[in-house]
């Protein structure tokens, strides 16, 4: 893999702006506990054998960098490749589902023109998998693609996700949402660097579009394949996938697929104390992390760090951040609850599977 490099992009907003994605980009949103949305794709590549990482950044960085720092937890801290931050486009947010901009691409040119690199990997972080890469670019330096994205069959409706138009493994168009069956792009592909930059000077007048929205007439002319993941798979683009898909991964089938032996998926490392159940308290089917103390009682739920339940509190089938205090009486059901909140006793927040209840993030 020395001959491939990887880029994440991350200078893009959901297209409906809400209490979790208003105050930090999507890919430092916190999930399960210990991870932020982009320890995926920046697991897959390192994983992968990737050593030389760029992550193009939005205008509200901090949470991002504050997270990702020198890129150590991932082993990127080194002399030779490493993280790149790299800076987004000026105006180059994109509210229209773009995530692959073609203005913050060309905006970085020069880090493809200093690689050596065969080949390029990109990757948003609104996709929750565990993938191996040397899988795909197997498949892809054996079809002669000139380029390959990852895709899987669409198991629901969904605005946010771009489909495919797909004859015989290739693609022929492009377009905003799928149904149930429709080919789903996973937000990742393998192309050749020396493609990529040809690319930018073909699409220059066209820097406002998305990459595969500015090639929408050029397939006949670029070979672009479709490689098939089979593995679990959780698009985060609004609040109840977001909820579902932590709900998802209480189910042991899903997590041991999502977490298979020998591919871990990095995070930052927080030097806390063990979680500590006190005498008393009742969890059950829940992810519970570092730092907390429990004295009520969780079920079906996900706990950030440094969590404190006191007793007489209940918490179900919740996603509750970290540095949050439930007070003794306080009730919380189907909810999420953003970081540094104190949920005062005997305070009630419910809401429903199917439109969860969000509090919104307290006073750092």
């Known amino acids: ?10 200078n893009y907003s959901a297209k409906t702006q809400g209490p979790l994605s208003d105050t930090r980009p999507i890919a430092s949103m916190p999930y399960l506990g ?11 590549m390192v994983n992968s054998g990737i050593r030389t990482v760029g992550m193009v950044m939005p205008y509200n960085y901090r949470s991002l960098i504050d997270h990702v720092g020198s890129g150590k937890d991932w082993d990127l801290d080194r002399k030779n490749g490493g993280l790149f931050i790299l800076p987004g486009s000026a105006f180059g947010t994109s509210r229209t589902g773009s995530r692959f901009l073609l203005r913050d691409l060309i905006h970085n040119k020069v880090f493809f023109e200093r690689s050596s690199a065969d080949s390029v990997v990109f990757s948003s972080a609104n996709f929750v998998y565990n993938f191996d890469l040397n899988d795909m670019l197997a498949a892809h330096k054996a079809s002669g693609a000139d380029i390959t994205v990852l895709t899987k069959a669409s198991e629901d409706k ?5 489909g495919f138009d797909v004859q015989d493994g290739r693609v ?4 905003h949402g799928v149904v149930f069956g429709d080919t789903a792009f996973l937000d990742c592909f393998i192309v050749s660097r020396q493609l990529l930059l040809d690319m930018f000077d073909w699409y220059t007048a ?23 993941f089979g593995g ?53 089917n829940s992810l519970i992390s570092a730092g907390c103390r429990i004295y009520g009682s969780v079920t079906g ?40 909140n104190l949920v005062p ?17 307290g006073r750092d």
């Open 34 to 44: 210990r991870y932020r949305l982009v320890d995926f794709p920046l697991s897959n």
């Open 301 to 340: 739920s996900v706990l950030g760090r440094n969590i404190i339940v006191e007793s007489g509190a209940t918490v179900r089938d919740s996603v509750i951040m970290q540095d949050c205090v439930i007070k003794s009486g306080a009730r919380i059901e189907n909810a999420i609850v953003d970081r540094n």
């Open 1 to 10: 893999m020395e001959k491939l490099i990887g880029l994440i992009t991350c």
């Open 158 to 162: 969904d605005v946010d996700v771009t």
């Open 232 to 284: 679990y798979v959780a698009p985060i683009f609004n609040k109840t996938a977001y909820f579902r898909s932590n709900m998802d991964v209480l189910d042991p089938r899903i997590s041991d697929e999502l977490f298979p032996e020998g591919r871990f998926i990095k995070t930052k490392a927080h030097d806390t104390a063990p979680a500590k159940n006190e005498v008393g308290s009742h969890v059950t």
């Open 206 to 228: 066209t820097d406002y579009l998305d990459i595969f929205e500015a090639m929408q007439n050029d397939f006949e002319r670029v070979n672009v394949q479709t490689y098939s």
């Open 172 to 175: 022929r168009g492009v377009h």
């Open 345 to 361: 006793a005997g305070t009630e927040l419910r809401g429903t599977p199917e439109d969860v209840l969000i509090k919104e993030k």
